[in-house]
């Protein structure tokens, strides 16, 4: 491989490209804003599906490493309505295709499979330019400058480097996420740990809904939601976390105690993720040198397969690079024409919205009964 990369973004797509062109012996930087690993959480658990996650973690050689970090048990999923009924208790067996793991655990084994130095930390993007000929310039915040063969950009929902190739950009998509967290909850926190079981919780109604997860060390990690515009949340004054507090938990007013706990007990301050989407089939034309995978090519509302579809993007790209040593724009078109059609079929799935009148815990179930999940 005669033309260096430069991945810009140290999250899970890009730490897995990087590490798919290790194994290739494929010399690669990759430059990341944040000052260190341990700089910011990294987010909760992540469900690694056996049709994309995992195929990315064999093409890295990492799934003897993945199994080490998985949290027996937590692949049990419960479907409550508004009054705590439990309507839906699938127990975890072993056999399902979704290990869960916490985000960062996974992140720290990418990390751990690269040479010393691959990662250069503080690396803020100010800006990228064309040079011509395929080659790129990548502008940092504190004044570096860095000239590269073959620009990834893995640098997520506001990539920077997206604007080489299209001029899209993300759009809220009249739906936000609060997040919770209540420590120790078997101790503590008993009625909302016994209503979240050992793994999954989902609370559903058409407009709102509350999701929960089991995480490391007794810990419940929930994700509430609302769909509303962002003038609303932005009359909840978050730098007040009582009175935000209070404000989402009037949302769910006559939910059963145990779920609203969920809201109301929470042991940090209560978080806000607007939530934004590219235009469903984002695609562009191709431009010599550079490309974009994960949330920086296909960002769309959550819907479990973001961070998979990122890895199979990095281990893809990678694969596709290795393959094609001496002509990168042939890798790079055999890749976008496998990422274009894939990241589409996943934006435009059919689960309910939070805005659907099927968004009710029943409506849950009939969807997950007519999938066979």
Known sequence: MHTPVTIIGAGLGGLTLARVLHVHAIAVTVYEADSSPSARTQGGLLDIHDYNGQLAL??????????????????AMRVLDEDGTVLLDQP???TGGRPEVQRGDLRQI???????????WGHKVSGVRSLGDGRHEVAFADGGTAVTGLLVGADGAWSRVRPLLSSAT????GKSVVETYLFDSGSRHPAAAKAVGSGMLIAPSPGKE????????DTLHAYVGLARPRDWFAAVDFTDPVAATARIAREFEGWAPELTA????SDVDPVLRSLHALPAGHRWDRVPGVTLLGDAAHLSAPNGEGANLAMLDGAELGRALAEHPDDVEGA??????DMFPRSAKWATDD??????????????????MEHGM
């Open 351 to 368: 689960m309910p919205g939070l805005d659907s009148a099927d968004n009710t815990a029943q409506g849950l179930i009939d969807l997950f």
């Open 332 to 337: 790079l078109t055999a890749y976008e024409q």
């Open 110 to 120: 990418l990390l751990d499979s690269l040479p010393a130095g691959t990662v250069r």
């Open 210 to 217: 509350i999701f929960a997860h089991r995480e490391k060390d």
């Open 92 to 94: 975890d067996d072993g």
């Open 262 to 265: 969920l809201i109301t007990d």
């Open 170 to 173: 993300p759009e809220y998509i």
């Open 58 to 75: 064999e093409e890295a050689g990492l799934m003897e490493d993945f199994r080490a970090v998985v949290l027996e048990g937590r692949q």
